[in-house]
T-cell receptor, first 115, second 115 residues
Framework: AQSVAQPEDQVNVAEGNPLTVKCTYS??????LFWYVQYPNRGLQFLLK??????LVKGSYGFEAEFNKSQTSFHLKKPSALVSDSALYFC?????????????FGKGTMLLVSP | EPEVTQTPSHQVTQMGQEVILRCVPI?????FYWYRQILGQKVEFLVS????????KSEIFDDQFSVERPDGSNFTLKIRSTKLEDSAMYFC?????????????FGDGTRLSIL
């Protein structure tokens, strides 16, 4: 079975500082990993994905994520946070062994960026 | 940019009543999904649909639930006899190909409130 853990309910960072939102995963095969962002009263918006290749993937709005196979992690990062980045962030995984396209989500991490 | 659209945005229903949630996936997409998010909890997979049949479903998707693609554009989720615990945000998603490395695109959701 596939699973995702986001250990932090909330991350607080000052505008202009770097941010990291943590994610670890568990799969039986190789993972496809995704980050989504959810703004209030909106659906989930795709940010970036890791499928294969370079461990550092770049996505929308200046976000990037680093895949670390040995630590089974896929942390979301941004060099300089903006107040407008404040939102709920979800990490999701799909197991390449499962044969299906189901996404399993973490519980989400609220990112609060203060001015 | 093409979007997944969901109607209504908020549905209030008496317990025991049937409810139909509607979704219009992105027009050239082939795979369709329903997820739900109970308030304060993580996003949970319900069902995936491809080629006019269910390809995968979770334990949540019991006999009270059904999905249908009644025409070339709509994708519906029906809950036959609603329970209080069905109160949640329901998200529809679609993806373009059969390859599980493609991101799913989500609608803004329908908030279902069961009284």
């Amino acid at each position: 079975a596939q699973s995702v853990a986001q250990p932090e309910d909330q991350v607080n960072v000052a505008e202009g500082n770097p941010l990291t939102v943590k994610c670890t995963y568990s799969v039986s095969g190789n993972p496809y990993l995704f980050w989504y962002v959810q703004y209030p009263n909106r659906g989930l918006q795709f940010l970036l994905k890791y499928i294969t290749g370079d461990n550092l993937v770049k996505g929308s709005y200046g976000f990037e994520a680093e895949f670390n196979k040995s630590q089974t992690s896929f942390h979301l990062k941004k060099p300089s946070a903006l107040v407008s980045d404040s939102a709920l962030y979800f990490c999701a995984v799909r197991d390449t062994n499962s044969g299906y396209s189901t996404l399993t989500f973490g519980k989400g991490t609220m990112l609060l960026v203060s001015p | 940019e093409p979007e997944v659209t969901q109607t209504p945005s908020h549905q209030v229903t008496q317990m025991g009543q049937e409810v139909i949630l509607r979704c219009v996936p992105i027009s050239n997409h082939l795979y369709f999904y329903w997820y739900r998010q109970i308030l304060g909890q993580k996003v949970e997979f319900l069902v995936s649909f491809y080629n006019n049949e269910i390809s995968e479903k979770s334990e949540i998707f019991d006999d009270q639930f059904s999905v249908e693609r009644p025409d070339g554009s709509n994708f519906t989720l029906k809950i036959r006899s609603t329970k209080l615990e069905d109160s949640a945000m329901y998200f529809c998603a679609s993806s373009g190909t059969e390859y599980s490395n493609q991101p799913q695109h989500f609608g803004d959701g329908t908030r279902l409130s069961i009284l």
